[in-house]
């Protein structure tokens, strides 16, 4: 059953659709009629059973009858930041639509030192704004009750603005050194909100290593595995995932 994020606060039984984008794929893409059922998240973050009751075409509107669903929150108990590099258009798309099917509240994306790509200023609004619509589009596929912000910084020294409780660096040369505990240890503090920083293809350089460590970000090994750029912040949302979700306490 589809689901939509609308912009307003659902405060009565009955809630009018007339954003047009929801409209046009509700009425003209899944031609859903009277009595269909869909679910609606408002900016409250909750999550409403709508039966359609009218739809006119020439309002461009739908009626609905609506009532609060029971369906429990899909939203990890943990915040999670995801910081990457940038990397090619189709990686950073890649990675923004996974990560928010796999539970991050929030996207960074900034410029390092190996990025293989830059944006330059007078497309970085665009960037970010379709980004955004890959990962509301994301987010309402997966049924989640939020909306990842994407936002770009463009020097990795930003990252520090975003710190959460724990803030973390997956550093392929720890790996390499066989750590393998770090993460675990830090993942057994149980920290209300996490930040991890990937780096590009190439990695992160020593220098920037270096300035995150002494900004209070811990280097960490993702197993004894070198992944790519856009198959590590996968694998430690899957992480957090399997510790906070699927462990039995």
Known sequence: MEQYFVNKVIEKNNFIIDDPETY???????????????YLVDE???????????????????????????????????????ACS???????????????????????????????????????????????????????????????KVVYVNKLKDLVNYKAETNLIAYEESAKQGEISLLAQTLNQEPKSLLCAFGPEGGFSP????????????????????????TAPMYFLSVISYKYELTVK
Do not use: C
């Open 44 to 82: 409250t973050e909750t999550l409403f059973e709508a039966t359609i009751e009218k739809i006119d075409a020439d309002e461009r509107q739908i009626s609905t009858n609506v009532s609060k669903s029971t369906f429990p929150s899909t939203e990890l108990p943990v915040a999670v930041t995801i």
């Open 24 to 38: 046009r794929h509700v009425a003209k893409v899944l031609r859903h009629k009277k009595g269909d059922v869909i």
């Open 86 to 148: 940038l990397s090619k258009k189709d990686k950073i798309e890649w990675i923004t639509q996974k990560s928010t099917e796999l539970g991050a509240k929030t996207i960074i994306f900034f410029d390092s030192k190996y990025s293989i790509m830059n944006w330059k200023s007078n497309v970085i609004e665009k960037k970010v704004a379709r980004l955004q619509e890959i990962a509301k589009n994301a987010a309402q596929q997966s049924k989640r009750r939020i909306i990842p």
């Open 207 to 230: 220098d920037e290593v270096d300035y995150l460590n002494q900004a209070d970000f811990l280097s960490v090994g993702l197993g004894p595995r070198i992944m790519r750029a856009e």
